[in-house]
């Protein structure tokens, strides 16, 4: 009898595995730290605690993002941007073959899933940015501060526009993904959700 894990290779690097569940793990933190919805309960929590551990998770994110930038450069094969970002007509032909069930499976990302990570960490970039930028202008801390220095409120509700939209944009776009994980770990008939837990994948 031949052991099913002889099958498998390791694709994902222990690396972009911690990214991938960390960087998860800070969105959520500080997409549920912010926003209008939650100014209506946060007099009765304590709003300067919730307000520290939103920044220290865009922080987090923007760490995560300057790591995720240089490691599709340096890391290993599949963590390489080279390795799956595709122009749009590779992108679109392979959704089409998705949506006809005859898309062929991929080792590493397909294009489409490379699309959306490039997509993910563009919106994610700009959602951390405007929030950097909030934060300087609006609270007078972080790194921007001294150049925001007497920010007018115009100004402020523009950033804090950009910052929300970009946040609400990465969410729908993580929706999408879900979706994309799902449809393809049936489609192929392997736990795509496992593998980025494991690291390996069916050879």
Request: proline share 2%; net charge positive; charged share 15%.
């Amino acid at each position: 009898m031949n052991d099913h894990h002889s099958t498998e290779i390791t694709v994902w690097d222990p690396l972009v595995r911690l990214f991938h569940w960390i960087l998860a793990t800070a969105f959520c933190t500080a997409y549920f730290t912010q926003g209008e919805w939650f100014e209506n309960i946060q007099d009765r929590l304590d709003g300067e605690w919730l307000q520290t551990v939103h920044v220290w998770a865009g922080y987090t994110i923007a760490g995560l993002l300057l790591f995720r930038l240089l490691w599709g450069f340096a890391g290993p094969r599949h963590a390489r941007f080279a390795d799956f970002v595709r122009g749009p007509g590779a992108t679109l032909s392979y959704l089409k073959q998705v949506l006809t069930l005859r898309a062929r499976r991929h080792l590493g990302h397909n294009p489409a899933g490379g699309a959306m990570i490039v997509i993910l960490l563009l919106s994610l970039t700009t959602a951390v940015t405007a929030g950097l930028l909030l934060y300087g202008a609006d609270k007078g801390l972080g790194p921007l501060a001294g150049w925001l220095a007497g920010s007018g409120e115009n100004t402020i509700r523009s950033i804090k526009e950009i910052h929300e939209f970009f946040a609400n944009f990465t969410l729908v776009l993580i929706a999408g993904h879900l979706i994309g994980v799902v449809w393809e770990s049936l489609l192929h008939r392997e736990n795509l959700a496992r593998a980025m837990v494991t690291g390996r994948k069916r050879a």
